[in-house]
């Protein structure tokens, strides 16, 4: 009789330990988000590669020189997609993260999902200002490193409440991040591999290990 309690007790403290973690986690994202995104930021930054290619950048490279007097349209233009391919890859994360709760039988919003988003709103809201201010007084070889860097620690931060996997993601955003601020003429190239790249990469895996 003996192991039988003992098997019981065990499988007592897995349902609470289970009951523990979908409480501080947020295991509702599905791996499609990630291939979405990636896939969305390459098709953005195929979308840059092809405006840099005429003759008005020929002195700018893939970086995206600015200044402030050179503020104009064609800046704009590059700002404006930025949010359209963020804009995007969110509402695509949204309903795949929907569809996976519902399957789950969970709710999308939840206090979980709430932590996620607050730790990773901050890191990704200051990245986001440094990077307006960079292009502003004529830096812009910094905006893809400071994009990558702040994500990453965004990832980071927010892994305690999602699936551990996210971290070595975000480690490795940070890590092309510091790599690209000594090739700034490659900014574009390494914001494809971050955004896009590594999420198809990481969005595969988790739908293989979780989703399959």
């Not at 291939?35 to 950048?57: D, E, H, N, R």
């Not at 002195?59 to 404006?80: N, P, Q, V």
């Not at 969970?106 to 932590?115: H, L, P, T, V």
């Not at 480690?171 to 971050?194: I, K, N």
Request: aromatic share 16%.
């Amino acid at each position: 009789m003996q192991p039988n309690n003992n098997d019981e007790t065990l499988e007592a403290l897995r349902d609470i330990r289970s009951i523990m973690d979908r409480s501080t986690r947020f295991i509702s994202l599905s791996g499609w988000t990630g291939i979405w995104a990636g896939a969305t930021a390459l098709v953005g930054a195929a979308i840059a590669y092809s405006w840099l290619q005429k003759p008005a950048y020929e002195d700018i490279g893939t970086t995206i020189y600015a200044s402030a007097e050179h503020f104009d349209g064609e800046m704009l233009r590059f700002i404006l997609l930025g949010i359209a391919v963020f804009v995007v890859a969110t509402a695509g994360a949204v309903y795949f993260t929907w569809r996976k709760a519902q399957k789950q039988g969970q709710k999308i919003w939840n206090n979980a999902s709430r932590m996620m988003l607050e730790q990773l709103f901050y890191p990704v809201f200051a990245g986001g200002v440094f990077s307006l201010l960079f292009i502003y007084h004529g830096c812009g070889m910094f905006v893809a490193p400071t994009c990558l860097v702040f994500y990453g620690l965004s990832l980071i931060s927010a892994s305690r409440h999602m699936v551990s996997e996210i971290r070595y993601l975000g480690m490795l955003d940070v890590a092309l991040g510091c790599a690209s601020m000594f090739q700034p003429g490659f900014g574009l190239f390494f914001w494809a591999m971050g955004f896009g790249v590594l999420h198809i990469l990481y969005g595969a895996i988790m739908w293989s290990k979780y989703d399959k």
